[in-house]
Antibody, heavy 118, light 107 residues
Framework: EVQLVESGGGLIQPGGSLRLSCAAS????????MNWVRQAPGKGLEWVSI???????YYADSVKGRFTISRDNSQNTVFLQMNSLRAEDTAVYYC????????????WGRGTMVTVSS | DIQMTQSPSSLSASVGDSVTITCRAS??????LNWYQQKPGKAPILLIY???SLQSGVPSRFSGSGSGTSFTLTIRSLQPEDFATYYC?????????FGQGTRLEIK
């Protein structure tokens, strides 16, 4: 079965760090374009970051310089390292696959909640 | 960055009605436009990709159209399970941008 499972969320103080994981099954992350998308409580969806098949990475301006996307091919897992966390980073973080030819996010995980609060 | 303007922000309709949701891009995005459905506490589900192609498994009452800067999602003969929030997403250029969402409620 093709699926994504996120983990690593939790309650963290402002200025702290957290690493999210997204484990894939049924397909290979290194052969796909993998994304993180977040949704603050009661708000809309916001694209956060992407890692290309060749390892190139891009970020939303709101997280640039603080977040780092990476992957471990042996674990078939994508990560999001989040540093210098702020209250406005509080959100459900979803991992999503961008279909290579359809150019759409076709597979999503269930999400993991990150709460930044003192 | 491309801005996506989605309207309306909310919509009330009855079972059996047809509704249309619109997204406009601040610059041309060809047909790099996708539509998603999201229910409370759940991840989004892809409905339409490339502006008008129906994702596998999605009922045919959902349809999309448009190109360039103007796009629509139409839902015909609304079913109870269709009441949810809908988002458009441009996948033309990074940073990818979602519309603000349309909450479809039962009248």
């Amino acid at each position: 079965e093709v699926q994504l499972v996120e983990s690593g969320g939790g309650l963290i103080q402002p200025g702290g760090s957290l690493r999210l994981s997204c484990a894939a099954s049924g397909f290979t992350v290194s052969s796909n374009y993998m994304n993180w998308v977040r949704q603050a409580p009661g708000k809309g969806l916001e694209w956060v970051s992407i890692i290309y098949r060749d390892g190139t990475t891009y970020y939303a301006d709101s997280v640039k310089g603080r977040f780092t996307i990476s992957r471990d091919n042996s674990q078939n897992t994508v990560f999001l390292q989040m540093n210098s966390l702020r209250a406005e980073d509080t959100a459900v973080y979803y991992c999503a696959r961008r279909h290579s030819s359809r150019n759409a996010f076709d597979i999503w995980g269930r999400g993991t909640m990150v709460t930044v609060s003192s | 960055d491309i801005q996506m303007t989605q309207s309306p922000s909310s919509l009330s309709a009855s079972v059996g009605d047809s509704v249309t949701i619109t997204c406009r891009a601040s610059q041309t995005i060809n047909t790099y436009l996708n539509w998603y459905q999201q229910k409370p506490g759940k991840a989004p589900i892809l409905l339409i990709y490339a502006a008008s192609s129906l994702q596998s498994g999605v009922p045919s009452r959902f349809s999309g159209s448009g190109s360039g800067t103007s796009f629509t999602l139409t839902i015909r003969s609304l079913q109870p399970e269709d009441f949810a929030t809908y988002y458009c997403l441009e996948s033309y250029s990074i940073p990818y941008t979602f519309g603000q969402g349309t909450r479809l409620e039962i009248k």
